[in-house]
């Protein structure tokens, strides 16, 4: 099992560029999630999707969109990226949304530069 | 909405020493409680994580917390930290209703010291 995979590791853009960050996961997850981490802030909510097919808002979603693909996939698009976005990107999964019997699983993160 | 409050941004400490990391939150409903471990230039790791039952929870690598609900407190102790500790710590909290993702603390910086 791998886990919780993402591509790619690094990337540096510059202004205006596009790309998009890919998610996968093994374990057969009906959750996702995509989180940024700043220095000082901890880790905040870009969106996430309860299950195949549905995708929702979460704290910071401004600038990106994302896609669930199939069950195992969950991208993250910046279409027009801005250097606010340089960030820790990380992509996550549970079984469901988290409750009492299960939790998140992190992939390792992708490191985004914008100048 | 929910909040998580890590009060220490940095925590120095000596080899094999005590060491306390806080955590608050804020929520006007049952929560669930985690700690979380990120290595540098790594993912972050579930080190333990409270759900319901004991308030007393441990988790890996000699970790464990409590859970105070009268003070809204998860704190995390170890009764001795390795170099190896040396990690940023992060305590994170879920709603049991709505919308069940993770809200973060901002992070807790610890350093071991040989």
């Known amino acids: 099992n791998a886990g919780v995979t993402q591509t790619p590791k690094f990337q540096v853009l510059k202004t205006g560029q596009s790309m998009t960050l890919q998610c996968a996961q093994d374990m057969n997850h009906n959750s996702m999630y995509w989180y940024r981490q700043d220095p000082g802030m901890g880790l905040r909510l870009i969106y996430y999707?309860?299950?195949?097919?549905?995708?929702d808002k979460g704290e910071v979603p401004n600038g990106y969109n994302v896609s669930r693909l199939n069950k195992r996939e969950f991208s993250l698009r910046l279409e027009s990226a801005a250097p606010s976005q340089t960030s820790v990107y990380f992509c996550?999964?549970?079984?469901?949304?988290?409750?009492?019997?299960?939790?998140?699983?992190f992939g390792p993160g992708t490191r985004l530069t914008v100048l | 909405a929910q909040s998580v409050t890590q009060l220490d941004s940095q925590v120095p400490v000596f080899e094999e020493a005590p060491v306390e990391l806080r955590c608050n939150y804020s929520?006007?409903?049952?929560?669930?409680l985690f700690w979380y471990v990120q290595y540098p230039n790594q993912g972050l790791q579930l080190l333990l994580k409270y759900l319901s039952g004991s308030t007393l929870v441990k988790g890996i690598n000699g970790f464990e917390a409590e859970f105070n609900k009268s003070q809204t407190s998860f704190h995390l102790r170890k009764p001795s930290v390795h170099i190896s500790d040396t990690a940023e710590y992060f305590c994170?909290?879920?709603?049991?209703?709505?919308?069940?993702?993770?809200?973060f603390g901002s992070g807790t910086r610890l350093q071991v010291q040989p």
């Open positions: 994170a909290v879920s709603l049991d209703t709505g919308r069940r993702a993770l809200t």
């Open positions: 999707s309860a299950s195949e097919g549905t995708t």
């Open positions: 929520s006007s409903v049952s929560v669930y």
């Open positions: 996550a999964s549970s079984e469901e949304l988290i409750n009492a019997y299960n939790e998140q699983f």
